[in-house]
């Protein structure tokens, strides 16, 4: 669980950048 949004937040912060 804690990996699937850590990888979402991940996922967001680079693709926003």
């Known amino acids: 669980?804690?990996?699937r949004?850590?990888?979402a937040m991940a996922?967001?912060?680079t693709?926003?950048?």
């Open 1 to 3: 669980m804690l990996g």
């Open 5 to 7: 949004v850590q990888t």
């Open 11 to 13: 996922w967001s912060s």
């Open 15 to 17: 693709g926003d950048s």
